[in-house]
């Protein structure tokens, strides 16, 4: 039986957006601005993340002691402007202690477990520093651990969501307290079946909003970052870019998938599965509108946007026993899946294989993909070729597969590039190729100002 509840909105602020206690301010006025945000799902404020993953490392003594004197100066710059820091001032201390205790640790047993235990540390400051903030302005708020709700395989660094179990202990755990009070919790971290702390990947915090979205059949996900919607590609990169009103759940996914790090490459299939719509805009500059992704947009032009992922490593893999192409693909295959390494792109010829391993997104920032094990097993089969130093350039947009002169509008002023492996066609979506990275950045701005500007 589905019962129906009141529609509720799950608001997610970024690193920048729980920065300092001015960040936190603007945040909690944007969360108190709409009833309807009932559950607030934080990323650690922005630097304390890659903190404790150097951290994580395995640190000598007196670099670990500057890292976590830097820590702990980011967390009492925002305790010391509160009214009552000392019960919170004491919490954040124990948490700190944790901190150094597990850093320590890691000079003799790096693991990426320890690395997830270690950074949810970061979600665990700024949520219970955000609920002090909160509690300042009067509203009555709560705490909630989000690892008894987001339960996960035990992929450390990059662990997948079980959705069901999720959706029962959301209903169980979570919908209660959100029937009393305003709740905040952590995005990006979770919890194996034994209890142990996860991470879904960097930049996860957006995937924990929209698996709670789900769980909870909410009206929308707002996702406040620090730019003022999706761009037709990252401003950073390209100042011209411009922010696309609204966007398909495709487009957008595709562009996630395609390094657009504004959302978590997974953030889109909780939502696209529920048909929740995602809004995303800026802390510092709530009224200046933002980018509404839903299933439907009006008839949008064909070229839609850019987006670029770095540190792509090319895998090439060439048949060298003269089987036919369908059983030295099915060894190859069977091969990465027993070794669990996520396809991405593949391009293929009778006798060889090229894929990208993209090592970006897992929270140790570690390839682990690429193990010896794996190399020297894919080797009894090929010969193994590895070219590194790529990026991975995608021009997304609808019906690709359609348009007759794309080729030559993406190619002809990339003449002086060497382009690597392009797909297209399985994805009417996108067109990606690999460039070497030192030049992506230029071709970039060439391909946003021929197609975009
Ligand atoms: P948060 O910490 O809020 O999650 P992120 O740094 O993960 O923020 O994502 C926001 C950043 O994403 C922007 O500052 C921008 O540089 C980058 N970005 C990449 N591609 C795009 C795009 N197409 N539109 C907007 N921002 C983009
Ligand atoms: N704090 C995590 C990170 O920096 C997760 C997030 O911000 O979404 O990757
Ligand atoms: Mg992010």
Redesign the pocket.
Known sequence: MTRNYPQIIVA??????VADFDAMSRSATIVLADKAVRLVVL?AS?GVTNLLVELSGGLESSVRQDKIDTLRTLQYNIISRLKQPEAIGQEIERLIDNISHLAAMAVDSRSAALCDELVSHGEMMSSLLFVEVLREREVETQWFDARKVIRTDDTFGCAAPEIHTIAELAEKRLRPRIDQALVVTQGFIGSDAAGQTTTLG??G??YTASLLAEALQAARVD?????A?????????VPQ?K??DTLSFAEASE?AVC??????PATLLPAVRKNIPVF?GS?AQPRAGG?LVCRDTQEPPRYR????RRQQTLLKLTCVNGQPAHRFLAEIFAILSRHDVALDLVTISESSIALILNATGSTSGQAETMTTALLTELSSYSHVEIETGLALVSLIGNALAQAPAMCKEVFADLDTHAVRMICHGASSHALCFLLPAECAESAMKTLHRNLLE
Do not use: N, Q
């Not at 996702?223 to 730019?227: A, G, K, L, P, Q």
């Not at 946007?305 to 670029?308: R, S, Y």
């Open positions: 997610k602020f970024g690193g920048t957006s990323s922005a960097r930049g915090s957006d996702i406040w970052t620090d730019v919607g999706i761009y037709t590609t990252d401003p950073r990169i870019a922010r696309i562009m390094g657009a790090k504004v959302l978590h995303v802390s980018t946007a850019l987006a670029l």
